[in-house]
T-cell receptor, first 117, second 112 residues
């Protein structure tokens, strides 16, 4: 069974510093997608960044980047120049295709990040 | 604006009183899904739908029903709510596997 593990329940970082959130997953699939979602106190779920497993290049979106290590099944999120608005719960998610032709997302349990002024 | 509209935002109800949480998307997405979010458990899938009249169970379907009579709407029905269904619920839609989800704003449900 596929699982997604976020081993850091809570983290904090000083404003303007860099922080890395870890995510590991377990799968026997070779074709899949990975995502990071942000959930601020407003509780809205916002897609931050996505990575296709067949692409070796790490995805980047402004201050957000990932370190995708396929062999190690690791998908960490790096936030550079942290801002107070980055304070949120962050969820890692894995997507795989089902045999039926549908697809399924599996979410980790989340990492609560607090950016300190 | 492309969005998933979910209502109500908050709901307090009593055990056994049937309720429906509505979900509508304006992006012509085929794939829609319901999740519940509980502390320490992340998001768990309740039901999903690949298209009109096509629905299937997720990981925690017990006590829930869904319907997909129109492409844009995907309501979640609790026929006889119980306190263990107190949770934060999200509806989400996707235009394709690699695009990820667009989520609704969530429904905080309390069953007393």
């Amino acid at each position: 069974a596929q699982t997604v593990t976020q081993s850091q329940p809570e983290m904090s970082v000083q404003e303007a510093e860099t922080v890395t959130l870890s995510c590991t997953y377990d799968t026997s699939e070779s074709n899949y997608y990975l995502f990071w979602y942000k959930q601020p106190p407003s509780r809205q779920m916002i897609l931050v960044i996505r990575q296709e497993a067949y692409k070796q290049q790490n995805a980047t979106e402004n201050r957000f980047s990932v370190n995708f290590q396929k062999a190690a099944k690791s998908f960490s999120l790096k936030i550079s120049d942290s801002q107070l608005g980055d304070t949120a719960m962050y969820f890692c998610a894995f997507m795989k295709h089902r045999a039926s032709g549908t697809y399924k997302y599996i979410f980790g349990t989340g990492t609560r990040l607090k950016v300190l002024a | 604006e492309a969005q998933v509209t979910q209502n109500p935002r908050y709901l307090i109800t009593v055990t056994g009183k049937k309720l429906t949480v509505t979900c509508s998307q304006n992006m012509n997405h085929e794939y829609m899904s319901w999740y519940r979010q509980d502390p320490g458990l992340g998001l768990r899938q309740i039901y999903y739908s690949m298209n009109v009249e096509v629905t299937d169970k997720g990981d925690v379907p017990e006590g829930y029903k869904v319907s997909r009579k129109e492409k844009r709407n995907f309501p979640l029905i609790l026929e006889s709510p119980s306190p263990n269904q107190t949770s934060l619920y999200f509806c989400a839609s996707s235009g394709g596997a690699n695009y990820g989800y667009t989520f609704g704003s969530g429904t905080r449900l309390t069953v007393v």
